[in-house]
């Protein structure tokens, strides 16, 4: 499986990058008291910092809005990801926990201020393209509504769009079940490569920590815009 990010995208944002993080033998289940405490305690901080300076003081909402704004959709009605968080969290609308993956995703998103996404890879088809989404193309995404990507970054593999720093798609969310994974981090565009992977795999480890398996991890950007990973799930598509 070859995940590249189209060349076309560095025309507009020359620094864009993703962070990629390959997790096989992993268990998914519901998270250790620790996590839950930790991300509580890390919302009800950020609750009271976000009560003291606006959104667009964080770095991290900053720069996906205006990365946004670059590719031509808008913040105002298509927020990123996390500065939907960030927002909840600013009404006091905490998170509720689901189980470990979905938890240290979120954690990793507001921790470090970035969109992040992470996909059940038995449930990809073929390779993965990252793309500016058009009129036509969309999903039923894990808010319970149909998502047009019309102008915003999406992952898309052989069969269909399922991920993006906006909301993820119902089609590869990680369950319970799921024993292999892909970690997407949408890396700040200012961040430099050496920092980015060593933010990727600072996640790797603590995701590994809390559910097992084992962690790869890579950044993908115009330097390196391809990557090839080895889905080693014997059931894959």
């Keep these: ?64 809005r205006e990365t946004w704004k670059t590719f031509g959709a808008d913040p105002n009605r298509y927020r990123p990801s996390v500065e939907a968080l960030y927002r909840r969290i600013k009404k006091q609308n905490y998170l509720q926990t689901v189980h470990t993956a979905v938890d240290l995703n979120t954690f990793f998103s507001l921790q470090y201020e970035i969109p992040a996404g992470i996909y059940d890879l038995t449930k990809i088809v073929g390779d993965i393209h990252l793309t500016v989404g058009g009129e036509d193309e969309g999903y039923d995404g894990l808010n319970g509504r149909f998502n047009s990507l019309n102008h915003i970054l999406q992952l898309k593999d052989d069969y269909s769009p399922f ?27 200012s961040m430099a490569r050496e920092e980015a992977l060593q933010l990727t795999t600072a ?20 330097k390196n815009p391809s990557l090839l990973l080895k889905k080693t799930d014997p059931f894959r598509l």
């Excluded at 991920?163 to 590869?172: E, Q």
């Excluded at 603590?206 to 084992?214: D, R």
């Design 1 to 64: 499986m070859k995940i590249t990010i189209d060349k076309n995208l560095f025309q507009q944002v020359p620094s864009l990058k993703l962070g990629i993080i390959h997790y096989t033998k992993i268990t998914v289940s519901e998270s250790p008291q620790m996590l839950k405490g930790r991300l509580q305690l890390f919302q009800e901080q950020l609750y009271f910092e976000l009560d003291k300076k606006p959104l667009t003081d964080f770095q991290g909402v900053k720069e996906w």
């Design 203 to 222: 996640c790797g480890n603590m995701f590994t920590s809390i559910s097992g398996g084992e962690a790869s991890c890579y950044v993908v950007d115009q």
């Design 163 to 189: 991920g993006s720093p906006y909301v993820d798609s119902v089609r590869t969310a990680v369950t319970e079940e799921s024993i292999e994974a892909m970690h997407v981090l949408f890396i700040r565009p």
